[in-house]
Nanobody, 120 residues
């Protein structure tokens, strides 16, 4: 069984910073990529950032230049450093991972989400 557990959410003032963490655990053979999504009230879940196993990083235009994704492969952990936060960044943030529990099959796993609230 695989689990993704996020942490680091909370309340922050506009213009402030916050760092989210997501640790994957369980019967993991390898992790191809890890990323972050968010869902604001009344809106669809949207892509925020992704880190690939080859070192590539990708961002949504809405967070480019403000958010930074990084990984600690030894810990199966992905981080999201969020800076210059705006009220529109308020959402539940979800971690996900494309990983293999056996070499031949890749599946997508999701964390339970962590709330980020930016006060103006």
């Amino acid at each position: 069984q695989v689990q993704l557990v996020e942490s680091g959410g909370g309340l922050v003032q506009a213009g402030g910073s916050l760092t989210l963490s997501c640790a994957a655990s369980g019967s993991i053979f390898s992790i191809d990529s890890m990323g972050w999504y968010r869902q604001a009230p009344g809106k669809q879940r949207e892509f925020i950032a992704r880190s690939t196993s080859t070192g590539g990083s990708y961002y949504a235009d809405s967070v480019k230049g403000r958010f930074t994704i990084s990984r600690d492969n030894a810990k199966n952990t992905v981080y999201l450093r969020m800076g210059s936060l705006k009220s529109e960044d308020t959402a539940v943030y979800y971690c996900n991972a494309d990983l293999r529990t056996i070499p031949t099959i890749i599946d997508t796993y999701w964390g339970q989400g962590t709330q980020v609230t930016v006060s103006s």
